[in-house]
């Protein structure tokens, strides 16, 4: 897979870029069909909040692409949860691709069994 990274007013460390790989490649291992994983941070200082940084991920892969996005006070918490929230869409969609096929074999099945009495 493909990584894109794109800091906006962060100094990219190699911390920081070591840290979102390690997240990507976990995606990766979760589903080996992904194209590409574009993740942006950014910091904005202006806020007066807490949540002054802010990591999006898309992750490209055959099918709509899947984003997250994500807004926290430490950069390391930011990817955190937006490499969990992609996986999450990720474990959906396989669970919704098997449901599928499951409920086609199942109709096979009854008609066959229907059609033998």
């Known amino acids: 897979m493909k990584l894109i990274l794109i800091p906006h007013t962060v100094t990219l460390t190699k911390a920081i870029e070591d840290h979102v790989v390690s997240r990507i490649e976990q995606l990766e291992h979760l589903d ?8 942006t941070l ?6 007066t909040n ?16 899947l ?8 950069l390391y918490a ?3 949860l937006v490499a969990k929230k992609i996986e999450q869409q990720i474990r959906k969609r396989h669970s ?13 099945k009854r008609k066959r069994q ?3 009495l």
């Open 32 to 39: 080996r069909f992904a194209i590409d994983a574009r993740v």
């Open 42 to 47: 950014e910091h904005n200082s202006t806020k």
């Open 50 to 65: 807490a949540r002054a940084f802010k990591c999006s991920m898309r992750l490209s892969m055959p099918g709509p692409d």
């Open 67 to 74: 984003f997250a996005e994500d807004s926290e006070s430490d």
């Open 78 to 80: 930011a990817i955190d």
């Open 96 to 108: 919704k691709y098997k449901a599928r096929s499951h409920t086609d074999a199942a109709a096979k």
């Open 114 to 116: 229907d059609a033998g």
